[in-house]
């Protein structure tokens, strides 16, 4: 399916009127993610896949830029602190924009338009790790490695030694 839609009328398409931010655009900023996140108890990481918060952000994105940000997959979203969200929305530029760069990430059938792969997968430092040691905790005794959990659904990983709450 296709939909042909005028440019100025963007925004209040019905597909897309209720969706948060494009995380790449002007309209994304730590400020409207503190102002999302104001009294929400949901833990940030399904808070961010949450499209009415952030538009198109999925489950390996976000498990890498919570990993980037150093920030528990489990700390609700309301504690999030300015300085905090200020890392959290460069993180998940800086991911996007190499996954972009990489291509995206080819997992079962997705392909470039073109038809070529895309090989962002071999640069996740997080997603699919499990028990691997964490790359940003080198030589940490007290590391347990990368471990994963189920949160709404998805599957998480995340490094329980530098990833925190707040
Ligand atoms: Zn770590």
């Given at each position: 399916?296709?939909d042909l839609v005028p440019t100025q009328a963007e925004?209040t398409y ?153």
């Amino acid at each position: 399916m296709l939909d042909l839609v005028p440019t100025q009328a963007e925004n209040t398409y019905r597909a897309f009127a209720n969706m948060g931010p494009e995380p790449l655009g002007n309209g994304f900023s730590a400020r409207t993610l503190l102002d999302a996140s104001k009294g929400r108890r949901t833990p940030i990481k399904p808070f961010l896949l949450d499209q009415h918060v952030v538009a198109g952000l999925g489950n390996i994105y976000v498990c890498e830029a919570l990993f980037r940000a150093s920030i528990a997959p489990t700390m609700p979203a309301s504690a999030l602190t300015p300085r905090a969200a200020s890392t959290l929305v460069q993180a998940i530029r800086c991911v996007l924009q190499d996954a972009i760069a990489a291509g995206g990430s080819s997992l079962k059938d997705y392909v470039r338009p073109e038809g070529g792969l895309g090989y962002f997968q071999h640069a996740w430092q997080v997603y699919g790790k499990k028990n691997q040691p964490c790359p940003k905790c080198p030589g940490t005794p007290a590391c347990t490695g990368v471990q994963h959990m189920t949160q709404a659904g998805r599957t998480t990983f995340f490094c329980p030694q530098h990833q925190k709450n707040g």
